[in-house]
Structures are given as structure tokens and as C-alpha cells.
């Protein structure tokens, strides 16, 4: 399987190339040539295969040989360390929870393969690769976690100070080991701007081995795909046949990008909701066609604060470019922070369940898809455990979330982190690391 740039498609990369760069030369996202459908017999016996089994098969033909089949098995291994749970909501509506990982956020899965596909790299061509990655807070958690003891790594975590919850900067700044933490005196754009400059600035080229762990890059972008497969897999086991319907949650639009990736190798998928906070602007264009991306707003679903959805043209591809047929397949829905602190109530006192405010908004987009098209049976993906964003929680349910050992044992390490503001203060760090 080769991958292509979607700036200019004679801009090809194999999947090792395309993990280690990140993004194209030309700036553009990689895009996988084909999605070959999956075996009918795969997919008719799914209820009996283990999640390594799935995720193995659905992810060899996009590593396309750049890595040993048993060594494609350990990864997946390491990477589905925990549970994927669907939870019935009620008769035509379940959660399908993806918090269970070592940050308790969805982008575990992603993070944990790319860290250990990029470590088989380097014990094929040992070079020190520095991963930077710059978070608004959940992506940062789950890169550490994810690359913490990859040989051959080091990675530089750049955070705005003071912008990210108590919970999240212990996440990121209590690894050490190979883990580094940049407090950046800023807001979020400040540090992802600072990422891009360290990539073209030309005093750190062959001096440095930058890779990003944002997930443009394809080994943390496609392995979401499982998620969808495991849902399946759990509404075989329980004797769903309805037309399955997905709200995604969505910010970057990586995972529900993922989602269709999934329908393409033959998952039978009938629609996705693709459901935002106030950062609207996929629901506007698909009203209007016309897309007009805004500045991001901030909300209490912090994570999806994106007002430029940088995989939404790998949707826009995979439907070769046609409104028509992504409309087919593809709703989009916005939702303010009233509304959502009303779901989160709502989930809370009409079925006992205690969602974060990203769920939340998945469960609002749904609903509102299953009163137009009742036929279907609709699962809203759980991106985040509730204790990541346990003031918003606690205030708006009135209640006290317990604490869950993954965060636990987090809340008496002391913070190590390096602080600094502005770019050439950054590079001067960049530059006495490389050693
Ligand atoms: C990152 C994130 C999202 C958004 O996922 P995308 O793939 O960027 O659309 C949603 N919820 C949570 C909790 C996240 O961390």
C-alpha cells in the first residue's frame, strides 16, 4: 500500500515514509491509495475473533509490508491493552466507551500504535526520532503515555500555560524518562505554531529527526478504525440487526474519518453523524456548501475546539470529492455549551449515565439524526472518561465522580517541566537536546 499526498498526488510515500514524516514534503496529508474490502468470511464471523485478530487484519494491508506480520501482532497487542465497551442507553441507542486506556481518552489507541510502529522503524535504521506534538491538553496525555519507554524516542510535549486542567498537565509533565514537557507562556495556537516553525527551520534540519504526533499522521489517524469494528463485533455477540448509525464526536474529524475508512473495508455502516460544539464549521457547510472555516472557539468540550478540521479533506476524498454522495452517508450537527450541559443532565436523570461533555454532544447529534430516520439503531462514541472534565461533570450533575486508578496514581507525583515563551527560546531548547 502506498500513500499519497492529497496536495499532489505524484507525492507518494510507503507507510513507514508516511509515519516517520508526518505530513508530504509538499505540506499535504498522506492518503492511503485503496481501502480493499475486507473478506466476507472476516466480517460474517467477526463475533468469534479476538480484537488482536481484528485489528491485525484490518491494519496489514494498510502497513503494507513494512512491518513483519509477528511484529505487526505485538504491536496491535500492546496497543488494545484494555476494554471497548458498549453500553446500552436504551432501546435503539448505546454508548460505545473509549476511555478505558492508560489517559482515559479515545487518542490511546492512536498514539500507543504510532509509538510503537516508529520504534520498529528505528531499530531498522537507528537515529534518534524526536516526536514533538503540541496539545490543547488530551492529545499531549495520551503521546506521553503512548511513547513512554519507546527506545530510539524522545518526545517534547509544548502546552499553553495555564490552559490545560490540573488532571491533564499531571498527565503531561509527570512521565520523565523519555518524555519532556513545555509550558508555553501562550494559547494553543502559540505552541502548534511553534511545532510548524521547528519543522522548516533549516539551523535544525540534520541536526535533529523531527516527527509529529498530531493525528495527521496516518499510524494514529487509522487505527480508529477498530473502534467501529469492535462495536460491530459487540452488536453481533448481542443480536442487533438494524441499520447501524455512529455519532462521532468530532474536532479534528480524524476518528470519524476513521469511521468511514471502517464502511469502505466493508463494515455495513449506514450513516455517520459527525457531531460539533459551537466550532460548526462542517454543519455550516453542509447547509451551505460553501466552506468557510472560523477562528476556534473555546467551549466545554475543549477537545473538539477546532474551527479548521484539518482531516475533513480526507473526507472529502474518500467521497471523491462529491457533496452529493457524502451527504448520503455523512450528517453534521452543532450543539452550544447549554445544550450540552441539558444532555449531560439529561443522560444522567433519564438513563443513570454519567457521560463527558464530548459524549454528550454525540448523544445530542444522534437523537437528532434517530427522530428522522427510526428505523436505525444509533451508538454515540464515549470519547473521554467524565473525570477528565470533572468540574463541568460534578457542577452540572451535582454529584462526586470517584477517582479511577489510571488518574490516582498521577495525583501526588510533582510536575517536571521546562518553561519558555517564544520561538527562538524554544529552539534553543530544540538545539541543546540534540545530543
Ligand atoms: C480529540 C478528541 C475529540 C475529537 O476527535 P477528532 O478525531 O479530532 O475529531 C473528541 N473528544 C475527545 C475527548 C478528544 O480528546
Not at 491485525?56 to 497487542?77: A, D, N, Q, S
Not at 453500553?87 to 492512536?110: Q, R, S, Y
Not at 460491530?232 to 455512529?246: E, N, P, S, T, V
Not at 436523570?349 to 428505523?375: C, I, R
Request: charged share 20%.
Amino acid at each position: 500500500m502506498k500513500y499519497y499526498s492529497l496536495t499532489d498526488n505524484n507525492n507518494t510515500a510507503s507507510f513507514s515514509e508516511a509515519v516517520i514524516r508526518g505530513l508530504a514534503p509538499d505540506r499535504g496529508l498522506y492518503f492511503p491509495e485503496s481501502t480493499p474490502r475486507l473478506d466476507e468470511s472476516f466480517l460474517a464471523d467477526i463475533a468469534t475473533k479476538s480484537m488482536v485478530e481484528i485489528g491485525v487484519e484490518v491494519m496489514r494491508p494498510f502497513v503494507g509490508g513494512t512491518i513483519p506480520e509477528v511484529r505487526l501482532e505485538k504491536i496491535v497487542t500492546d496497543t488494545l491493552c484494555f476494554d471497548f465497551p458498549v453500553n446500552k442507553i436504551n432501546d435503539n441507542t448505546a454508548t460505545l466507551e473509549l476511555f478505558h486506556g492508560p489517559t482515559m481518552a479515545f487518542k490511546d489507541v492512536g498514539a500507543r500504535f504510532m509509538a510503537r510502529c516508529i520504534g520498529y522503524f528505528n531499530e531498522q535504521s537507528p537515529k534518534k526520532v524526536t516526536v514533538l506534538v503540541a496539545t490543547s491538553g488530551d492529545t499531549g496525555g495520551a503521546v506521553a503515555s503512548g511513547f513512554l519507554g519507546i527506545e530510539g524516542t524522545e518526545v517534547i510535549i509544548l502546552y499553553p500555560k495555564g490552559k490545560v486542567s490540573h488532571i491533564q498537565e499531571l498527565q503531561l509533565t509527570t512521565n520523565g524518562n523519555n518524555i519532556k514537557a513545555v509550558e508555553v507562556d501562550g494559547v494553543f495556537d502559540d505552541c502548534q505554531e511553534m511545532v510548524k516553525s521547528a519543522f522548516i527551520d533549516e539551523d535544525l534540519k540534520g541536526k535533529l529527526n523531527l516527527t509529529s504526533a498530531n493525528s495527521i499522521n496516518v499510524a494514529r489517524w487509522l487505527p480508529q478504525s477498530l473502534y467501529f469494528f469492535f462495536a460491530y463485533q459487540q452488536f453481533q455477540r448481542m443480536g442487533i440487526d438494524k441499520k447501524l448509525a455512529f455519532s462521532v464526536p468530532s474536532g479534528n474529524f480524524g476518528n470519524i474519518c476513521a469511521g468511514i475508512v471502517a464502511k469502505r473495508l466493508g463494515l455495513p455502516i449506514s450513516h455517520f453523524i459527525a457531531s460539533t460544539n459551537s466550532n460548526d464549521t462542517v454543519p455550516r457547510y453542509l447547509q451551505t456548501q460553501d466552506y468557510q472555516p472560523n477562528p476556534s472557539k473555546q467551549t466545554i468540550s475543549n477537545a473538539m475546539d477546532v474551527g479548521n478540521p484539518s482531516n475533513f479533506i480526507r473526507i472529502q476524498s474518500l467521497y471523491g470529492n462529491d457533496f452529493d454522495a457524502l451527504k448520503q452517508d455523512f450528517s453534521s450537527y452543532a450543539y452550544n455549551d447549554v445544550e450540552t450541559k441539558l444532555a449531560l443532565a439529561e443522560l444522567h436523570q433519564k438513563h443513570n449515565y454519567v457521560a463527558d461533555p464530548h459524549g454528550a454532544v454525540g448523544y445530542l447529534g444522534l437523537q437528532h439524526f434517530l427522530a428522522n430516520n427510526p428505523d436505525h439503531y444509533g451508538v454515540f462514541l464515549e470519547t473521554a472518561h467524565p473525570i477528565k472534565f470533572r468540574d463541568t461533570v460534578e457542577e452540572t450533575l451535582g454529584l462526586t465522580l470517584e477517582i479511577p486508578t489510571q488518574i490516582q496514581h498521577i495525583l501526588d507525583k510533582t510536575p517536571e517541566k521546562t518553561s519558555l515563551s517564544g520561538y527562538d527560546a524554544f529552539k534553543d531548547y530544540l538545539l541543546s537536546q540534540a545530543v
